[in-house]
């Protein structure tokens, strides 16, 4: 409704999508939740994702992110196995496809171009699809067999936020409740700990000082950022790149910790920011070495850890949550730093030139 698309006391909208992450969670695990308390999910759309041998997960830019860290459910919570593509390579650029492939999309907007063209491509092959989208109505909702919706609210500022945390959130859910299904238990409550990643989630976004701070410290006099992280950290490191380009014009790039040594380590120079993510236990050690050899050839570097595994020096330690959902949680600081930057830089922060909300242009 109306009131739901009003900045109210916010400056931009881009704040306030970020500020409502923790409410967007909550409703999404009540949207979510059967009558036994349990996971829930509509039974035919269960049904198509279940019979499927294999998922080819379609979407572009920040979708595209969640879509990654989604690949990682699906894979580890009900063991199918899963590939991700950005939706504009697809059309030309097609995988050898399993006997019983579902195509998942992934659309705040439910109207990219690039995306839409697979689908009509794939449901000519007769191959079946299901939606995830914030938008009910939607081009791609409509198109496909199955919708899933995002319950983020609607999205005004260009750079996407709440509906990359509602994407990740949804994909959990769905996977679990394909583990289900298949009699394969996930090893820990979703709910719950959804319910816990909100929480934190809020304790994040209550940190905002500290995040314009870190924002001033890093960011106010580079050209160029660096974001790393291994894992799922990794996947969240592609979308911190990501915000900060979109909306600062600062060059950005995310890339896998063990790369630096490949090539990117060459760019690091006297005060290069670079934003690690260590949230993950058991990739913790290997991070951290990493950002040993950057700040050895003088990077300014910012830590990103979680309790439990942070260590004292940490610039930015995020509340615990279950390591699987720390996306949810280790992109806000992320997205922070990217707004604050921005405004710092006396960037538009809500329409950021040369950048549309969707893209409806092939
Ligand atoms: C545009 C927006 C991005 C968005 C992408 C995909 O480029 O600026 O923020 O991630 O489209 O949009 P979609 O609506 O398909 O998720």
Known sequence: DAADIEKGTY???MLKEIDEQPAVLRKIIQAHRGPDGGLWLEEDT?????????????AAGTSYHAGLVGKEYFEKFAGIPAEVHISSEFGYNMPILS???LFIF???SGETADSRQVLVKVKEMGH?????????????????????????GPEIAVASTKAYTAQIAVLSILAACVAGTK???IGFDLIQELGIAANAAETVIDRKEDME?????????SRNAFFIGRGIDYHVSLEGALKLKEISYIQAEGFAGGELKHGTIALIEEGTPVFALATQPELSANIRGNVKEVTARGAHACLLSMDGTAEESDRIVIPAVHPLLTPLVSVIPLQL???????????????PRNLAKSVTVE
């Open 183 to 185: 009699g394969k238990s």
């Open 128 to 152: 079946p699809s299901v939606t995830l989208t914030n938008v009910s109505g939607s081009t791609l909702s409509r198109e496909s067999d199955h919708t899933v919706l995002l319950h983020a």
């Open 99 to 101: 006997e019983r492939p």
């Open 106 to 108: 992934i659309s705040q």
């Open 11 to 13: 400056p931009h909208y």
């Open 337 to 351: 730093i990217s707004y604050y930057a921005s405004l710092h830089r006396g960037c538009d922060v809500d329409q």
């Open 213 to 221: 701070a870190v924002a001033f410290e890093f960011l106010q006099l």
């Open 46 to 58: 269960l049904r198509a994702i279940t019979e499927a041998d294999r998922l080819y997960i379609i």
